[in-house]
């Protein structure tokens, strides 16, 4: 048997697998028979070729370490003394891959993750026989496992209730998307299955009567969609079929579709948009905005007041509603840089900001108005 290099030992693990000694190169966690093959395997590793170096030892003759990234809390010492023996069972192994796959799904890792190299070194520090999945593995059979799991327990928490509602969403960008997504509440929201659709009511109402029979008719009391006209023709099949079951139009979709309203108004829309144009206006100048940032720290007392320009983040009530709040909140700050003559300001801009009527509809529409009772 030839003769091992000096230093060879610290790139290869002693390892147990499937009830044979065997050694595992620490670089791309390959197996050989012995210690001989080990060695002509790391001449030709690329891996080792790619992250080893060579530095000169104290006899002047050359050795190889792994570099790692130039961080002073991440260092590499190579284990001393004599090689772990360690070996991993099927069973523990499908175990760890269930585990390790469950993890990569929870967090949308990617799934080459068990591909690099440093996780590979992570993995056979923490168990030098323990194997990881492939690539192929996490997006195959690990996958559907893990689908066939969570089905599982979302049909016996569905069988387990006394009575649960079905929601169903999509209709209102259906033709964009063509896309349906189903879930049922018990009251806990389970996502149950996600259907694609060319045809609209027909497929709906189908999906949703396919549904109510796979959960059960009897425990299904009602259907909650957004009042898509595509859905709204659906409800009437489905009650005809179940007359106990009512289908009701989503609250949240009602509320989108009045702000929807309110905000096409001719008085509104102009509003948002001098609004809007002002923010914008003072968020792409930099000097602009920082001179207003220290205006309101310098200048203003009350704490309550200070903040920043915002731009509506969201396509509802809600983005809009910030952006009125924050130029009230900077109303002081604004009118004194209006009149500034050392700041350049557009003249729109700066009419805007000087116009009472502008603040006098701001201050209106960010704040919420008391309902009217003799209206219901």
Request: glycine letters at 4%; a negative charge.
């Amino acid at each position: 048997m030839p003769r091992l290099r000096s230093g060879v030992w610290k790139h290869l693990t002693l390892v147990i697998k499937d009830g044979r000694e065997m050694f595992m190169c620490n670089y791309c966690s390959q197996y050989r028979k012995n210690a001989t093959k080990m060695q002509m395997h790391l001449d030709k590793c690329k891996e080792y070729s790619v992250v080893s170096q060579r530095s000169p030892g104290p006899d002047e003759s050359s050795s190889a370490s792994i570099p790692v990234p130039s961080f002073s809390f991440l260092p590499y010492a190579p284990p001393e003394g004599p090689s772990l023996i360690d070996s991993v069972d099927q069973r523990s192994q499908a175990y760890a891959d269930e585990c390790l796959a469950r993890a990569v799904y929870a967090t949308a890792s990617p799934l080459t993750l068990t591909d690099d190299i440093y996780w590979k070194r992570f993995f056979s520090v923490l168990r030098p026989a323990y194997c990881p999945p492939t690539r192929e593995a996490l997006s195959c059979h690990l996958l559907d496992c893990e689908y066939d799991r969570v089905q599982s327990q979302v049909h016996e928490a569905i069988g387990k209730a006394e009575s649960v509602t079905i929601l169903c969403s999509g209709g209102s960008n259906l033709k964009e998307t063509g896309t349906i997504i189903y879930v049922v509440a018990t009251p806990l929201p389970l996502f149950y299955k996600c259907t694609k659709t060319k045809e609209q009511s027909t497929c709906i109402a189908e999906d949703l009567i396919g549904i109510i029979n796979e959960v059960g008719s009897q425990k299904v009391f009602a259907i909650v969609t957004d009042d898509a006209p595509e859905m709204m023709a659906a409800w009437a099949q489905v009650e005809d079929i179940f007359p106990h079951i009512s289908a009701i139009a989503c609250t949240a979709c009602g509320v989108q579709r009045l702000f929807d309203d309110v905000v096409a108004q001719p008085s509104m829309k102009s509003l948002c948009t001098r609004a809007e144009q002002v923010v914008r206006f003072f968020r792409e100048d930099k000097t602009l905005i920082e001179t207003f940032r220290c205006w309101q720290t310098t200048k203003l007392r009350n704490e309550t007041s200070k903040g920043t320009l915002q731009l509506p983040s969201t396509s509802d009530w809600t983005g809009v509603l910030n952006m009125l709040s924050s130029l009230l909140k900077g109303q002081k700050s604004l009118q004194e840089m209006a009149v500034s003559p050392s700041l350049d300001i557009e003249a729109s801009i700066r009419a805007t900001l000087e116009d009472a009527e502008f603040w006098e509809g701001v201050e209106q529409q960010s704040k919420p108005a008391p309902l009217d009772w003799e209206l219901y």
